[in-house]
Each structure stands twice: as structure tokens, then as C-alpha cells.
């Protein structure tokens, strides 16, 4: 895997979008941001040009779909990915990845898994826990589950990073990495790291789980002082 900063042509550093139409868009820019990233939000075609990666972020998935079809992004988004743009979908995001979603059409099918949304309950249900996950960090990382689909099987081309109790929290395949949880909404850069990795990119701070003392819950909404927003 390449571990260099790439470089497009035209010479622009090459960054991760992540997509703006709705849900968790500046948390997943903030912790870009921390690792030295060039982050950007993206929501018309001539955004997705210098992308390495795209994260779908967490939201709601029938509205992140619509909107997606509304803004004729969905073609967009299966074009670069052809072209060799990795995905990171978190909850809502891993939802549209899919391949198979009970009762409802998937939608990229770019990840062999079979998910359920909402599989815990309502929002009410939301919760958090704490996992190793010894292929993206070697600490103990803090986990945050929103209204959270449960990924109930994978295909023999998916590698499965994290497996919780009857479930699948974290898988990917080659060009895809899915998470249940919400790494954006606690103060661990692990899985930031680990895509931007598998983007070819290489972080320029070296850590995993900055349990960076300025960060709290509210550290989108408060500060985000690393996050310029267009
Ligand atoms: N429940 C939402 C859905 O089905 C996902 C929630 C989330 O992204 N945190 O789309």
C-alpha cells in the first residue's frame, strides 16, 4: 500500500471529501483535520476531482438517498469509484454501501454485506461501548452507536474488523471500509488514520486515538477550529 502523500495531476495534494448533504459532515472534517488531512466537503461533481477517498457520513439514509439522486451524485460517486476513490460510509453511509438492506433496495451495493437499519431499537436505544480493534489501533477505542444498523453477515471478499455480540460493527473490502459506529463523535482518530491509509494517503501527526485533551462532544459545535466551512 502506497504510504506516500499523493499527488494529482495539476499538483494539488489529493484530499478525502466528505459528502455535504446531510448528517455528520463537520465532525468527520474536524478529525481530518487533527491528523493533518486535507479534508473537504463535497456536494457538486467538480468537488469530487482530486478526492483519494469519500466518507459518507452518518445521517439518515432514505434522505441521504434522495438527496444523492436529487443532485445526480449517485453516477458521480460510481464513476470515481471506478476510477479508484476508496468509500468510507459511517451508520447511515455503511447503510447506502451495502449490497443487501432487509426490506428496503440497496443503493451503491459496492460492499457484500446483508444489514438491518435500526436494528437496536429507536434513538432512544443509541449507545456507547468500547473495542479493540487490533487492525486499525493498538489502544482500546470508544465506540458510539446512533439508531445503528446491524451488519448480519458478510461475503467471502469482505475482511471483518470488528464482530460484537451477534453483529458486524466494522468490515471492508478492497475499495471499501464500512463502520456501524460513529468514530467522528468521540476523540479517536483511529479510524480516520486507517482510511486515509487505505486512500494512500499518510497522516502527518502521528497518533491513533488522540485522546486530544481540547476535544469533547461538543467540539463541532463549540470550536471546530480547524474546519472552514465554503
Ligand atoms: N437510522 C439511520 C438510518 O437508517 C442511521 C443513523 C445514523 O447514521 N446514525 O439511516
Excluded at 486535507?38 to 441521504?64: H, M, N, Q, W, Y
Excluded at 432512544?124 to 477505542?141: G, H, I, N, W, Y
Aim: charged fraction near 25%; include cysteine; charge should be neutral.
Amino acid at each position: 500500500m502506497a504510504t506516500v502523500t499523493a499527488l494529482h495531476a495539476g499538483g494539488a495534494v489529493a484530499a478525502i471529501g466528505v459528502l455535504d448533504l446531510q448528517g455528520g459532515v463537520v465532525e468527520h472534517l474536524d478529525h481530518l483535520a487533527r491528523l493533518g488531512l486535507r479534508g473537504i466537503p463535497v456536494k457538486k461533481e467538480e468537488d469530487f476531482a482530486t478526492l483519494a477517498g469519500l466518507i459518507i457520513p452518518g445521517g439518515e439514509s432514505t434522505c441521504l438517498a434522495r438527496l444523492l439522486r436529487i443532485f445526480g451524485l449517485r453516477e458521480v460517486i460510481l464513476r470515481e469509484f471506478d476510477r479508484g476513490m476508496k468509500i468510507w460510509g459511517t451508520c447511515a453511509g455503511a447503510i447506502l454501501l451495502a449490497r443487501e438492506v432487509i426490506d428496503d433496495a440497496p443503493f451503491f451495493g459496492l460492499i457484500d454485506i446483508r444489514l438491518e437499519r435500526n436494528s437496536f431499537g429507536s434513538q432512544l436505544d443509541s449507545f456507547k461501548t468500547e473495542a479493540d480493534v487490533p487492525q486499525v489501533s493498538p489502544e482500546r477505542m470508544p465506540l458510539t452507536f446512533i439508531r445503528a444498523p446491524k451488519i448480519l453477515s458478510a461475503g467471502p471478499d469482505v475482511r471483518i474488523l470488528l464482530a460484537l455480540d451477534d453483529y458486524i460493527a466494522a468490515a471492508e473490502n478492497d475499495g471499501v471500509l464500512v463502520t456501524a459506529f460513529h468514530p467522528e463523535l468521540t476523540g479517536c482518530l483511529a479510524f480516520h488514520r486507517y482510511f486515509a491509509l487505505k486512500c494512500g494517503l499518510r497522516p502527518s501527526v502521528e497518533t491513533f486515538s488522540t485522546i486530544d485533551a481540547s476535544w469533547d462532544m461538543r467540539s463541532w459545535t463549540r470550536r471546530a477550529p480547524r474546519v472552514i466551512r465554503r
